[in-house]
């Protein structure tokens, strides 16, 4: 279990990391992934605040980026089955969620490996 929890940790983007030093870490990775999710979700509900603040006190709008924010980066994960039914269902490409192209041609996929 410790294997897999440092194996997870490892893999999280910087900006999670650094939050979770203000945390005591759970012993188990559904522990992990739950506090993880959460402190992700709180970060991008900031980041829209800010983002909302900035484009009200201003006269023009700023753009979201493309896809909306940017999700937790977990390094190389796999989709959990139900998410990854949902895109084919809805003709989306299985790497980064979009729709308009398939994992082959996924131009995040391109960055992502340069």
């Known amino acids: 279990m410790a294997a897999l929890c440092d194996a997870f940790l490892n893999g999280l983007a ?3 990391k650094n939050k979770l030093i203000s945390h005591d870490l759970p012993t188990t990775l559904d ?5 993880t999710t959460h402190i992700d979700l709180r970060i991008q509900a900031r980041r829209r605040e800010k983002l909302q603040r900035t484009t009200t006190a ?3 709008s700023i753009p979201d980026p493309p896809g909306g924010p940017e999700p937790m980066q977990l390094g190389r994960t796999i989709l959990m089955p139900e998410e990854r039914e949902r895109r084919r ?4 490409c299985l790497y980064c969620g979009q729709a308009g192209h398939f994992v082959s041609r996924c131009p995040a996929k391109r960055r992502a490996h340069q």
């Not at 269902?89 to 989306?92: F, R, T």
């Open 14 to 16: 910087d900006y999670i």
């Open 31 to 35: 522990g992990l992934i739950e506090l």
């Open 58 to 60: 201003t006269s023009f």
């Open 89 to 92: 269902q809805l003709n989306l």
